[in-house]
C-alpha cells in the first residue's frame, strides 16, 4: 500500500517537473500601427504651401528666346562688301521709304539666293548699322535654317499656325541689329500656313520694328509658295547665275510675282565670271 502511494507520488512531482520546465505557447505579436503623420502647426493652408514649394519649380515659357540662343551671324566676304553696299543703294532707290520689306528669289534653283541673302543681311546689320531681320522661309531646302541650327526650333511657320508668337520665333544674333527668323517646325502643308492671316501680315509687323526685312524664299518656277509671299513685301529682286539662267525663263519668273500681286524692283547677277561692261551690267 505504501509502495502504491511512493508510486503516486513520485508520478505527481515528475509532472509538475515537466510543467515546470515547459515554456507557455508565445502569443502573437500584435500588428504595429502605422505612423502617425507629422503635425503641422502652421495649419492646413501653410502645410499645403509648404508641399507646394518643395517641388520642382513650373518651367518657363517653351519657346522664350534666351541669351544662349544668340548666334553668329556668316561673315562677310571682303571682296564683296562694296557690291552689297551697290546693292542696298539700288533697292532704297527703287523703294524710297524708312522701311523695307524684300522677297529675295530666284527662277530655278540653285542661283545662290540664300547665300547672297544672308550676307545682304549681315552686311546691312554690321555693316550700315540697319536694323535687319532675316526670315527663312525656304519650304523646300531651309537652308539659312541649317546655317544657324535652327531646324526643330519655333520660326516662321509655328508662328503663322499660331503655335508661338513672334519674340518666340525671332532669334538674337552676336550683332544687335540683326535678327534671324527659321523656317520652323509645322512645314509640312505650306498652302495652309501661308493662308493664315499671320502669314499674310507678318512683313507688315516685322517693318514696325526693323528697318530691312528679307525674306529668303524657294524658286518661283515650280513653287506656289514664293508667288504668294511676294503679294505680301514691298518688292521681290530675282537672283540670276551668270552662264545658267535664260532669258525666257527669267521673264516666266516675273510673271509668276505679278501674277501674284507682287512686283520685282530688280534683278541681281550672281557668280559673274567673265567681265560685262557697265552700260550692260546695270540693265540686268
Known amino acids: 500500500m505504501s509502495s502504491i502511494r511512493d508510486a503516486l507520488k513520485k508520478a505527481e512531482r515528475e509532472r509538475m517537473a515537466r510543467d515546470t520546465v515547459s ?9 504595429s500601427p502605422p505612423p502617425e503623420a507629422p503635425r503641422s502647426d502652421r495649419g492646413p493652408v501653410e502645410a499645403a504651401r509648404h508641399r507646394v514649394e518643395a517641388l520642382p519649380p ?50 530655278t534653283s540653285g542661283e545662290g539666293v540664300t547665300t547672297l541673302t544672308n550676307f545682304l543681311a549681315t552686311s546691312l546689320a554690321v555693316r550700315d548699322g540697319k536694323k535687319t531681320c532675316l526670315v527663312d522661309v525656304n519650304f523646300k531646302s531651309p537652308k539659312t535654317t541649317r546655317i544657324y541650327g535652327l531646324l526643330g526650333k519655333p520660326g516662321f511657320s509655328d508662328y503663322c499656325s499660331g503655335k508661338c508668337e513672334l519674340a518666340d520665333a525671332l532669334r538674337k544674333t552676336e550683332s544687335p541689329d540683326l535678327f534671324i527668323m527659321g523656317l520652323g517646325t509645322e512645314i509640312y502643308n ?22 530691312y526685312v528679307l525674306f529668303d524664299a524657294s524658286s518661283l518656277l515650280g513653287n506656289a509658295e514664293s508667288g504668294i509671299l511676294s503679294a505680301s513685301v514691298d518688292g521681290t529682286v530675282l537672283v540670276v ?17 505679278r501674277f501674284g500681286g507682287g512686283a520685282v524692283i530688280g534683278t541681281v547677277l550672281n557668280r559673274r565670271t567673265f567681265p560685262i561692261p557697265d552700260a550692260i551690267y546695270k540693265r540686268l
Open 241 to 257: 547665275r551668270a552662264n545658267r539662267t535664260k532669258r525666257e525663263v527669267l521673264a516666266k519668273a516675273e510673271k509668276l510675282v
Open 190 to 211: 505650306p498652302s495652309l500656313i501661308l493662308s493664315h492671316e499671320r502669314a499674310r501680315g507678318l512683313a507688315a509687323e516685322l517693318s514696325q520694328r526693323f528697318e
Open 58 to 107: 513650373e518651367p518657363t515659357q517653351k519657346f522664350r528666346v534666351v541669351e544662349s540662343d544668340v548666334i553668329t551671324p556668316l561673315e562677310v566676304p571682303v571682296g564683296f562688301a562694296e557690291e552689297l553696299g551697290n546693292f542696298r543703294h539700288g533697292v532704297e532707290s527703287a523703294l524710297p521709304k524708312p522701311r523695307r520689306t524684300l522677297l529675295m528669289t530666284s527662277a
Open 23 to 31: 515554456t507557455p505557447a508565445t502569443p502573437p505579436t500584435p500588428a
